[in-house]
């Protein structure tokens, strides 16, 4: 099921932001990359601000502090247990952090509203499929859609004029993403029939399809094949580049986060050691030291 669909929970809205309200990187002090990036870009499309939680004496995360600017391409590495999931999940409300600040835009949470993630410009895929296995791609894609219809569950079943002009832009929507991802010749066949590299490519049509602002992708290379890998790394930056879409992703791959990224932030112990271009981060010592050092099998740098 789709967090969309499934979508629930509490939350707090804290106040709205200032447009001009300036963001604040690690350490509470920004960098001038990130000064420069910022003013061009206008208010982050997400903000984190010393976002600390623990599960009982564990402690996932503590103290990240994040920008993200508009049409940016971020991955967050680490290495396991380094809190990467906890943060999609305190970004996208499944996890409520115990301290600090999200802000997507110009709206600022305790806890974001996992109800209305979709209404505030995000949308994620999953680590682990979420897709209907009993249906085909096309309702699949048009399910990433069901936050906006309006028509209440008898109106859809009495099929009345507002539920049939609803479910015809929906489909009308779903049909672009399949087409912007490559995706028509699959279209009407059932999701679980088709092979894993092309189900990842409708997660990423199912996410897409609402136009978010903010996409979240969990590990949305795993498990594909190298020419996969290239194809679908090259349809997320074919969704930044034409609808200016800001994604932030989780991965271990690192030649796709050396090839597909902006920037790259890296948790360590639920920290954050380090956060800059794919060379800065190549290059630093603690990076090396916690993750690059260590052997990432089958990995090829990846030119997209
Ligand atoms: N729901 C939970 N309950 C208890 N502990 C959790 C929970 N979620 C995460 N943790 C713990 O928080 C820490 C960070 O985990 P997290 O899954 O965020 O790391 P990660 O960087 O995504 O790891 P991986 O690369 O292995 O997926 C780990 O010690 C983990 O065991």
């Not at 999931?85 to 974001?112: A, I, K």
């Not at 993630?117 to 699949?140: H, Y």
């Not at 859609?145 to 008898?154: M, N, S, T």
């Amino acid at each position: 099921m789709s967090l969309i669909a499934t979508a629930g929970g509490d939350s707090l809205i804290v106040a709205r932001a200032r447009a001009t309200e300036p963001s604040r990187v690690a350490g509470g002090t920004p960098r001038a990359a990130d000064a420069v990036r910022v003013a061009d870009a206008g208010v982050p499309v997400l903000t984190l601000q010393g976002i600390s939680l623990s599960f009982g004496g564990v402690t996932a995360l503590d103290g990240i502090e994040l920008a993200v600017a508009k049409g940016e391409i971020r991955a967050i590495i680490g290495p396991n247990g380094a809190g990467k999931s906890s943060l999609l999940n305190v970004v996208s409300g499944l996890y409520r952090p115990d301290r600090g600040v999200v802000q997507l835009g110009s709206e600022r949470f305790r806890h974001v509203p996992t109800a209305r993630l979709a209404a505030v410009g995000v949308a994620r895929t999953f680590q682990n499929l979420a897709l209907f296995k009993g249906l085909p791609v096309l309702d699949n894609v048009v399910m990433g859609l069901v936050h906006r219809r309006r028509a209440g569950f008898v109106r859809q079943i009495l099929s009345t004029p507002q539920a049939r002009r609803e479910e015809a832009e929906a489909r009308a929507a779903a049909e672009e993403a399949i087409a912007f991802l490559h995706l028509d010749a699959v279209k009407h066949q059932l999701a679980g029939g088709l092979p894993y590299g092309i189900l990842k490519r409708v997660e990423l049509a199912r996410a897409m399809v609402a136009r978010p602002q903010l996409l979240l992708l969990d590990e949305p290379f795993a498990g594909v094949t190298l020419g996969e890998k290239r194809d679908l790394a090259a349809h997320v930056r074919n969704a930044r580049d034409a609808y200016g879409t800001t994604v932030v992703l989780i991965e271990h791959d690192m030649g796709v986060v050396m090839g597909l990224s902006d920037r790259i932030a890296v948790l360590d112990y639920g920290r954050k050691i380090a956060d800059g271009s794919p060379d800065e981060v190549r290059s630093d010592q603690a990076v090396i030291d916690a993750y690059l050092g260590v052997d990432h099998e089958g990995e090829t740098e990846l030119v997209i």
